[in-house]
Nanobody
Framework: QVQLVESGGGLVQAGGSLRLSCAASGRTFSSYAMGWFRQAPGKERESVAAISWSGSSTRYADSVKGRFTISRDNAKNTVYLQMNSLKPEDTAVYYC?????????????????WGQGTQVTVSS
């Protein structure tokens, strides 16, 4: 089992940047595929970015490609989401998630563990 704690959210102007962090407990972090999701008010939760357990593969939602970067540091049990060129439509609660249920490439299929979320608000 793994526990996840997000940090780094806040209020930023459009065009600005934020870096979210997700710290994981446990000694087997490197065996989990990780993902970042977000949920805006009145909308369903959506996948933003994902990274394989090794860090060698990543995937992004079309809406954030070229602006967001997911990365992980297995030595620090932490996954990051660097968000640049932020837009008001990026405003949401951002969650990180972990799973051992992966594809052959190590990408998450369905996520079993979730953090509490961190609020990101982008003003226009």
């Amino acid at each position: 089992q793994v526990q996840l704690v997000e940090s780094g959210g806040g209020l930023v102007q459009a065009g600005g940047s934020l870096r979210l962090s997700c710290a994981a407990s446990g000694r087997t972090f490197s065996s989990y595929a990780m993902g970042w999701f977000r949920q805006a008010p009145g909308k369903e939760r959506e996948s933003v970015a994902a990274i394989s357990w090794s860090g060698s593969s990543t995937r992004y939602a079309d809406s954030v490609k070229g602006r967001f970067t997911i990365s992980r540091d297995n030595a620090k049990n932490t996954v990051y989401l660097q968000m640049n060129s932020l837009k008001p439509e990026d405003t949401a609660v951002y969650y990180c998630a972990a799973t051992k249920r992966t594809t052959g490439q190590g990408m998450g299929v369905a996520y079993d563990y979730w953090g509490q979320g961190t609020q990101v608000t982008v003003s226009s």
